[in-house]
Nanobody, 123 residues
């Protein structure tokens, strides 16, 4: 069974940067599209960014475009989320997820999920 473990979360000030990592084990990483989702307190989980199997294509939610960048290293079985110019509204638990099939970034279409890492941005 595929396992995903996120790391890199923490508490930062507005304008700071963080880099999240998600390590993939027990599967063929390069076969999966990878996504980052987040869930803020009292809100539904939302899509943040998706990255294709090769890393050559990414899709971002409008609210993070120009600030967040996702990449992956298939040799290290790891996907990254570089978050710059963080805002208080970015505060959430960030989850990585893996999808073996399909082409959309709907949460219900992701096959595996990590347990999440908390990002707190204070003003």
């Amino acid at each position: 069974q595929v396992q995903l473990v996120e790391s890199g979360g923490g508490s930062v000030q507005a304008g700071d940067s963080l880099r999240l990592s998600c390590t993939f084990t027990r599967g063929t990483f390069s076969s999966y599209r990878m996504g980052w989702f987040r869930q803020a307190p009292g809100k539904e989980r939302e899509f943040v960014v998706g990255i294709s199997r090769t890393g050559g294509s990414t899709d971002y939610v409008d609210s993070v475009k120009g600030r967040f960048t996702s990449s992956r290293d298939n040799a290290k079985n790891t996907v990254y989320l570089q978050m710059n110019s963080l805002k208080p509204e970015d505060t959430a638990v960030y989850y990585c997820a893996a999808a073996l099939f399909g082409s959309t970034w709907i949460a219900s279409g992701m096959n595996y999920w990590g347990k999440g890492t908390l990002v707190t941005v204070s003003s």
